[in-house]
């Protein structure tokens, strides 16, 4: 994932120092070191997109991705499955408000209209599939900011923002717009919870997985991690992992942790940080 690593040492080296709302549990405001705008792609054939200059929580990015799917903004399904990175922000009932399972899978309209956009996606690359000429080709669009429908603005929804499918060639590729990007914590699980989801989309209609393409809006490293982003740069990066799907995958509905296997996952121990809320 040298494409990661280049993104974190610019932010480091290149960053501009900037003050922002988030607090740690010890009430400080921790400074960001931030840049606007980048990108980097990565081709999916190449192996499975999970950082190896830390060791990542597989079970965490699947099961955060399920929940996502399953159009749930409560965190009893991650709590049941020993996921808490959603915790800091729900209230006493697990509670998070038109979070993203809401606006993937019941967007609201104005007229009161609901639009599943994850069945939506998945109708329109099979008509692209069929025609490519199909109007879909250009509309393959999966949103999470709808500013009509927000929870409280602490509550961090919509920081990857909006994806893009396309078809060619027998592959599936995915651009994500990611307006607030937390390099160390945040980014490498959504890498990889986009790549999963690219992965997922693919084996349903029949395609192979192809690029994936990461843009930026606000990236940013918190202070707080400036030690542990020094130590990953340090560390030589390792073979990419494998992902396997079951064939028993043939809907975005109910699909099971247990389908999806993560495999020759060899990297370095995991570094710890502090998340800011």
């Not at 494998?242 to 043939?250: A, G, Y």
Request: glycine share 8%; aromatic share 10%; hydrophobic share 40%.
């Amino acid at each position: 994932m040298k494409q990661y690593l280049d993104l974190l040492a610019y932010v480091r080296q290149q960053g501009k120092r900037k003050p922002q709302r988030a607090k740690l549990s010890d009430g400080r405001r921790p400074e960001v070191l931030s840049i606007f705008g980048y990108q980097f792609r990565l081709d999916l054939a190449d192996g499975f997109p999970m950082v190896t200059t830390k060791k990542l929580p597989w079970g965490a990015i699947v099961h955060e991705l399920l929940w996502f799917l399953s159009g749930s903004t409560n965190v009893e399904y991650l709590r049941a499955n020993k996921v808490t990175i959603w915790n800091e922000w729900a209230d006493a009932n697990g509670e998070l408000g038109p979070v993203y399972g809401k606006q993937w899978r019941r967007w609201e309209g104005p007229n009161g209209k609901t639009v599943d956009q994850i069945a939506a996606i998945v109708t329109g690359i099979r008509k692209v599939m069929a025609d490519p000429q199909a109007s879909e080709a250009r509309r393959l669009l999966l949103t999470a900011w709808n500013p009509g429908d927000m929870p409280d603005p602490k509550v961090p929804t919509g920081c990857h923002t909006f994806a893009q499918f396309n078809v060619h060639d027998d592959r599936l590729s995915c651009q994500l717009y990611q307006r607030s990007a937390d390099l160390f914590l945040g980014v490498p699980f959504n890498i990889a919870s986009y790549a999963l989801l690219t992965h997922l989309l693919a084996k349903v209609v029949g395609l192979q997985a192809g690029d994936y393409i990461h843009t930026f809006g606000d990236a940013h490293i918190y202070e707080n991690h400036f030690d542990q982003v020094d130590e990953q740069l340090r560390r030589e990066t390792r073979p990419l992992p494998t992902l396997e799907l079951d064939d028993t995958i043939t809907s975005m509905d109910g699909i099971r942790f247990e389908q999806m296997r993560l495999k020759n996952y060899n990297p370095h121990p995991p570094l710890r940080g502090e998340v800011a809320v």
